[in-house]
């Protein structure tokens, strides 16, 4: 009975614990490593997040390489992205430029001819560039000139709003500011310039007139207030003396300290090939009409006709008129002489840039057909557009109501191959 009832109590009392299920155990496990992993990634992202915010102000995006243009294999070498230092392109990033410079000689039309280059509104013609000595007075400031003017970081009244698809400069083949010449032929004297002892004029044939100042032991020639040179005392003596203003408009001479791009034609032509400048020629065909132009301009530097001030060109026919009024004598004696040098000049610019791609233009047909504007558009790779200028013609009609002494010059040129220029009239 003992035993029974010690049975019974230890059956009571001893419980055994249920076996629990080996599955229910591991999802337990995998819920919990789940939930810790989350927690896990959730700080690690925000850590991430945090040094990618700050590194976003000290990083610069990486631009992204443009598409390749739909263009002909020979024209690759013609199109640019430039990435100019001071600003960004923004949009315009990846619109391709072309590079090109203008070659003319002074009073060809290159100034009207850049204004309506200056009216497309993806073009951007920065002007004489050159004009300023200290550009030109090397190769390696030339090169630097350059650089910049293509790099997009030359600012001037040219520059666009919109994306810019060509842009270049004007260059003068007789470039001659910052330089003296010696002229054989001219009757040029120093002249006292009334009751300034200090003050003295320069007469360039009785008709062109540059101040001069005199500063023993050397006279400081001037133009446009602009100093020249500085010319020895003892190099000009007494009496008529040859020192003058360099064009080869004018008679045969000697240049002296005149640097730029005829003097430098070979590293020109080579940076022209090797960056992929295209070149506009911009002549004169009558090389008459110029010389008027040239020696008109002269005489108003000094004279200034337009309510004392001087203007090569002009914006109204009233203001053209006045300019035109003005008759140069022309030295009938040196004038074939003087014609061929400006042919020499054009003949040896075609040849110093022949390897380059390039178009040669005639300010007299651009005048008579507006479709070679068209030409210099497809030349550039520009859409079409009208061009317009300002500008007004100074001199117009016959050539014997512009020169003065008109019959020796029509004498002169009479029976030569230079005769063609007496009737031309446009």
């Known amino acids: 009975m003992a035993e029974d009832l010690y049975s019974f109590t230890k059956d009571v009392f001893i419980i055994k614990p249920p076996k629990k299920s080996p599955l229910a155990l591991r999802m337990i496990v995998l819920v919990f490593a ?88 993806n073009i951007s013609s920065n002007g004489e560039v050159f004009s300023v000595k200290v550009r030109r007075s090397n190769i390696s400031t030339i090169v630097e000139t350059l650089d910049t003017v293509y790099n997009l970081e030359w600012f001037s009244s040219a520059s666009k709003n919109e994306c810019t698809a060509a842009v270049g400069l004007k260059w003068m083949l007789n470039q001659s500011k910052g330089g003296l010449c010696l002229l054989k032929g001219l009757l040029i ?67 002296l300290g005149v640097k730029g791009l005829m003097q430098h034609h070979a590293e020109i032509a080579e940076y022209f090939r090797t960056r992929g400048v295209s070149v506009i020629f911009l002549f004169r065909r009558n090389l008459l009409r110029r010389m008027i132009s040239v020696l008109a301009n002269l005489y108003d530097r000094n004279a200034k006709l337009l309510n004392g001030t001087h203007k090569s060109h002009v914006h109204s026919p009233h203001e053209a008129e006045i300019l035109a009024n003005y008759k140069p004598i022309i030295n009938a004696t040196l004038l074939i002489p003087n014609l061929k040098q400006v042919e020499e000049t054009t003949a040896k610019a075609l040849e110093y840039f022949k390897s380059t791609r390039h178009i040669v233009l005639y300010y007299e047909d651009i005048v008579r057909n507006h479709t070679k504007l068209i030409d210099v558009q497809d030349f550039l790779k520009v859409p079409h557009r009208e061009l317009k200028s300002r500008q007004v013609k100074i001199h117009r009609g016959s050539l014997s109501s512009q020169i003065k002494d008109w019959d020796d010059v029509q004498k002169a040129l009479e029976g030569t191959p230079y005769e063609r220029f007496l009737n031309t009239d446009y």
């Open 34 to 121: 789940m939930v810790c992993g989350v927690y896990i990634c959730s700080i690690c992202l925000k850590q991430i997040s945090t040094h990618s915010k700050g590194a976003f102000f000290d990083v610069p995006e990486l631009q992204k390489p443009c598409p390749e243009p739909q263009i002909e294999p020979w024209e690759i070498p013609y199109v640019h992205y430039p990435r100019p230092s001071t600003y960004s392109r923004a949009e315009c990033a990846c619109k391709p430029v072309r590079y090109f410079v203008i070659l003319s000689m002074q009073r060809s039309g290159s100034g009207w001819f850049e204004t309506l280059l200056n009216n497309h509104t």
């Open 189 to 255: 004297k120093l002249v006292d310039n009334g009751d300034d002892l200090d003050q003295m004029v320069l007469s360039v044939d009785n008709q062109c007139y540059y101040s001069v100042k005199r500063q023993s032991p050397q006279y400081i020639v001037r133009n446009d207030c602009e100093v020249l040179q500085s010319v020895p005392l003892n190099s000009l003596g007494a009496g008529e003396k040859s020192v003058g203003p360099c064009d080869p408009s004018l008679p045969s001479q000697q240049t």
